[in-house]
């Protein structure tokens, strides 16, 4: 859609208005379009907002479809030994022998 930005958090696409805010479905962060006077926290979280640090196990929250290939990563997979990018929103890990990257918002600490 045009004139929608993206997520702040997950960085997204799928975002609307609702009238009030901009909101995102894929995870569920809602915000005014004013800009953000804050300081942007760089820190890893996962949707709950628990920092994530190299070597985590997480759990992915989503049934997710893997870009270019067949792949898909089923809710519930456990991630062990994840690995911090320069992107706060993204880690990299390895899912039955495949270096994958993936976005903070659709895993959970633990």
Known sequence: MEGTPNC??????????????????DCFHEWTGEANTETED????????????????????????VKGSSMVIKRGTKVKSIRLTEEPTEVDCKIDGSSIVLK???????
């Open 42 to 65: 760089t820190t890893p979280k996962d949707s709950n907002g628990a920092e994530l640090f190299d070597g985590d196990a997480v759990t992915v929250i989503k049934d997710l479809k």
């Open 8 to 25: 702040p958090v997950c960085s997204m696409e799928n975002t609307y208005f609702d009238g009030t805010a901009y909101v995102c479905p």
């Open 104 to 110: 903070t918002c659709f895993l959970k600490k633990g």
